[in-house]
T-cell receptor, first 110, second 114 residues
């Protein structure tokens, strides 16, 4: 069964303390992996698409990487404004359907 | 700003009442989706519309109906609301049916069924 698992469920960091979030997946024939950021009371906001193992994408303090079994979202020197829930998702079947992980809730304290 | 607009933002219903959640996008995207988000369950697909005139069931379609009114609008209807349908509902869209196009989300409708 296709599945996406994120860890940890919650992560508390001090400002400037770098860390990584994990997204592992079991899908046949990966056709891409998406990372989203979700703020409280808002919808998910698209961050990155990764298409193949070895690919990396960067945006400000965030860097996403992809292997054949998992993806990492590295956060370098985070700031309080990076606090949010981070979601990953992979396509399943036809029609653009996505399977989402349950998210990692990141809290960055000043 | 271009994007996905959902109405209403909040709603409280009594068990058995009906309601339609509205979604409109001005991104000129072809495919549209309805999800529900529950604590510990993540985002789950209810229905989707790959293009105007077509709709298909997702992971959790029971108790819901949808209408793709035109290219811009995709509505979700609860015919007889149940407490289990208390959730946050998100509408999303993407450019084409292809699976490598990111979906763009609205800010949700928070629905409580008493």
């Amino acid at each position: 069964e296709d599945q996406v698992t994120q860890s940890p469920e919650a992560l508390r960091l001090q400002e400037g303390e770098s860390s990584s979030l994990n997204c592992s997946y079991t899908v046949s024939g990966l056709r891409g992996l998406f990372w989203y950021r979700q703020d409280p009371g808002k919808g998910p906001e698209f961050l990155f698409t990764l298409y193949s193992a070895g690919e990396e994408k960067e945006k400000e303090r965030l860097k996403a990487t992809l292997t054949k079994k998992e993806s990492f979202l590295h956060i370098t020197a985070p700031k309080p404004e990076d606090s949010a829930t981070y979601l990953c998702a992979v396509p399943r079947g036809q029609g653009g359907k996505l399977i989402f992980g349950q998210g990692t809730e990141l809290s960055v304290k000043p | 700003n271009a994007g996905v607009t959902q109405t209403p933002k909040f709603q409280v219903l009594k068990t058995g009442q009906s309601m339609t959640l509205q979604c409109a996008q001005d991104m000129n995207h072809n495919s549209m989706y309805w999800y529900r988000q529950d604590p510990g369950m993540g985002l789950r697909l209810i229905y989707y519309s790959a293009s105007e005139g077509t709709t298909d069931k997702g992971e959790v379609p029971n108790g819901y109906n949808v209408s793709r009114l035109n290219k811009r609008e995709f509505s979700l209807r609860l015919e007889s609301a149940a407490p289990s349908q208390t959730s946050v509902y998100f509408c999303a869209c993407n450019r084409v049916r292809g699976t490598n196009q990111p979906q763009h989300f609205g800010d949700g409708t928070r629905l409580s069924i008493l």
